[in-house]
């Protein structure tokens, strides 16, 4: 965090506003929330030419003063600008920018010398490396020496898999967002949720579901806006804690395999599968292949057995 709010401070005296610099780290893939936290912590009003004041007297009197100045600058006679650039290179050795050279790197294609360049410029903590680098994106991201604040995200650009990495910072940080950026979403936010069940999944509805799951806790799916995933939500609690009762919620298919699940007799699951049958095509092959998706034997015997009568 320390790099970005450094990168910011440095910007804001540069003149740039504070929105400008978010929209720029935004667009190299900074998570907004790290941004504003940095920008949080690096307060505008310490950087007054944000600001337009009133000059006092005395800046009035030096801007007069350096017109003056620029006007004998102008006028200044033939061979005085030599005199002051012999001067200058007398007294001052003026720095260049150094063309840095990577021989570790050379002789690969560009995007891998400049994945190169960056775990090179990791390995010796030098961001001077990062000028050698094509791509402006990666440029940036290695300056910023991105391997010290975003592990995660420095894997990524060195396309290597992050999803451990992920994995552990949205369970340190308490955060769903990492999960999304994972390939495993349900078992990273499932493992939040079993380290910390009072997790705010912050109106997340798939969240909500598994908060609701490991919970067995309704509640949860009352507050779900998606119906088919509210839906969902209630016939898992309805299975995991055995309550038909639940099932009287639901308005779509999942009434009647919560119902059928849940029936222990076996009349009531034949009376079940007729109605629901009956509402589907006339297909008997589709039909069949409902049944094979049952979870003993036995339902699909019954399932079968319905068909045919």
Wanted: glycine share 4%; hydrophobic share 35%.
């Amino acid at each position: 965090m320390s790099k970005i709010t450094d990168y910011i401070e440095k910007e804001l005296k540069k003149g740039f506003s504070a929105e400008k610099i978010k929209e720029t780290l935004i667009k190299y893939k900074y998570p907004e929330k790290e941004v504003d936290e940095a920008i949080s912590q690096v307060k505008e009003h310490e950087f007054p030419q944000h600001k337009w004041k009133k000059p006092l007297f005395w800046e009035m009197v030096a801007g007069i003063a350096g017109l003056i100045v620029l006007l004998f600058l102008l006028l200044a006679p033939d061979g005085f600008w030599g005199t002051v650039d012999n001067e200058i290179n007398n007294g001052i050795e003026l720095k260049e920018d150094v063309d840095i050279t990577v021989p570790e790197c050379d002789g690969l294609a560009i995007e891998e010398r400049d994945i190169c360049i960056l775990q090179l410029a990791k390995e010796k903590n030098d961001s001077d490396f990062c000028s050698a680098i094509i791509n402006t994106d990666l440029k940036l991201d290695c300056s910023l020496k991105i391997w010290q604040f975003n592990e995660c995200m420095y894997l990524e650009l060195i396309n290597i898999d992050n999803n451990e990495c992920l994995l552990k910072e949205a369970v340190q940080s308490k955060n769903i967002d990492y999960c999304y950026k994972t390939n495993k979403v349900d078992s990273c936010i499932l493992t939040i949720l079993q380290v910390n069940p009072e997790i705010n999944c912050r109106n997340d509805d798939y969240c909500l579901m598994l908060a609701a799951n490991v919970s067995k806790n309704v509640g949860y799916c009352s507050t779900i806006n998606d119906i088919r995933i509210k839906e969902k939500c209630i016939y898992n609690i309805a299975l995991l804690t055995k309550n038909i009762g639940y099932c009287l919620e639901l308005k779509t298919e999942y009434s009647f395999y919560c119902n059928f699940f849940l029936s222990e007799d076996v009349n009531g699951k034949k009376a079940l599968l007729k109605d629901y049958i009956s509402k589907l095509s006339s297909k008997e092959n589709k039909k069949i292949d409902m049944c094979e998706t049952f979870y003993n034997e036995q339902d699909i015997k019954i399932c079968i057995d319905a068909i045919k009568e």
